[in-house]
C-alpha cells in the first residue's frame, strides 16, 4: 500500500465509517495515550503568523483540498507523536517566531479525539489560542464532543462548510449529502456548549463553487443557528496551486471562482 489514496471513496461514502478507517491507520496507542500521525510542523503566515502542525488523514475526500497528496487524503504518510510532543513542537515554533496562536491543519484533527483533547488541555496552560479547524462531522455528531472541546479555555472553533448546499457538499466531497447538515450541527453543538459565536466559534464556508442565491440560503439557515453567525463567515475561495488543479481535473469540478497564488482571481468560466 502506497498510503496515496490507499482509501479511495466511492460516491456517496459515510463519512463516519471513513472516520473509523482513516482513524485505525492515523493513530496508535502507546502506554495509554493516543499518538497522532504528523506530516510536518512549519510556521504559516494566515492568522497574521501561526504555528502550525500538519495532521495526516481526514474524512472527508475534497476535489478542491490543498494538503490531498501530503496529508489529508493520505494516511500512512509522516510521524507519530504525542500530545505533548506535538505541544514542544508547536511551542518551539511560537517561541522562535514570536507568535500567539497554533493550530492543526493538513487534515481532520478531530479524528483523534483523546490526542486532540489532551492538546488542548497543555494549551491551557498558556496565553496561546489554539484554532481548532475542523470540518466538524464529528462534533455534529456527538454533542458531546463539542462540550468537551467548549471547556477548554484556549480554543477557538472554525467550521469549515463545505459549501452552502446538501448538493454542494456532494459536488466538493463525493460524501453522502445528507452530511453537510452534520456540518451545521457542530456549529449548533459548539454553541450549545457555551463557545460564543464569533469570539470562540465561527463558520468558515468553500464558496467557489456556490450561487449567490445558495450563499443566501446558508446565511438564513446560519442565522437559524445564532443570528451572530450569518457575521462572522469566513469566506474561502480555492487557490489554483498546481496540485490543485490536478485534483480539480481529476475530480471534473470547475470552480465559478478562484485565485491564482499570487492573489489574483481567475475566472474558470
Ligand atoms: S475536510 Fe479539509 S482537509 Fe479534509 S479533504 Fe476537505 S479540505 Fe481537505
Redesign the pocket.
Known amino acids: 500500500m502506497s498510503g496515496l489514496d490507499s482509501l479511495d471513496v466511492e460516491a456517496g461514502y459515510d463519512p463516519l465509517k471513513l472516520s473509523e478507517k482513516v482513524r485505525e491507520l492515523v493513530t496508535k496507542r502507546v502506554d495509554g495515550v493516543e499518538e497522532r500521525r504528523y506530516y510536518r510542523f512549519r510556521r504559516d503566515r494566515w492568522y497574521g503568523g501561526i504555528a502550525t502542525g500538519d495532521v495526516v488523514g ?5 476535489g ?5 497528496r501530503s ?3 493520505v494516511m500512512i504518510k509522516g510521524f507519530y507523536c504525542s500530545p505533548t510532543q506535538a505541544y514542544r513542537q508547536l511551542l518551539n515554533i511560537v517561541v522562535k517566531a514570536g507568535f500567539r496562536m497554533v493550530r492543526l ?4 484533527p478531530t479524528i483523534s479525539r483523546e490526542h486532540l483533547l489532551e492538546l488542548l488541555r497543555l494549551f491551557d496552560n498558556t496565553e496561546l489560542e489554539f484554532v481548532l ?3 466538524g462531522l464529528l462534533i455534529g455528531y456527538d454533542p458531546e464532543y463539542a462540550r468537551e472541546i467548549s471547556k477548554h479555555k484556549c480554543v477557538v472553533v472554525r467550521v ?1 462548510l ?1 459549501g452552502c448546499s446538501r448538493e454542494e457538499f456532494y459536488k ?2 463525493l460524501a453522502d449529502p445528507r452530511y453537510f447538515d452534520m456540518q451545521l450541527k457542530a456549529l449548533e453543538n459548539l454553541v450549545e456548549a457555551g463557545l460564543e459565536p464569533c469570539i470562540r466559534v465561527y463558520p468558515a464556508v ?1 464558496l467557489s463553487f456556490s450561487s449567490s442565491r445558495e450563499y443566501e440560503n446558508l446565511r438564513s439557515r446560519l442565522a437559524e443557528i445564532d443570528p451572530m453567525l450569518e457575521k462572522c463567515i469566513d469566506e474561502e475561495y480555492v487557490i489554483l496551486y498546481p496540485h490543485v488543479k490536478q485534483l480539480l481535473e481529476k475530480r471534473k469540478l470547475k470552480p465559478n471562482i478562484a485565485y491564482r497564488p499570487d492573489g489574483i482571481p481567475e475566472s474558470m468560466i
Not at 58 to 62: A, H, S, T, V
Not at 105 to 108: C, M, P, Q, V
Open positions: 481526514c474524512n472527508l475526500r475534497c478542491m483540498c490543498w494538503s490531498w496529508a489529508s487524503h491543519s493538513g487534515g481532520e479547524e475542523t470540518n469549515s463545505k466538493i466531497t468553500m
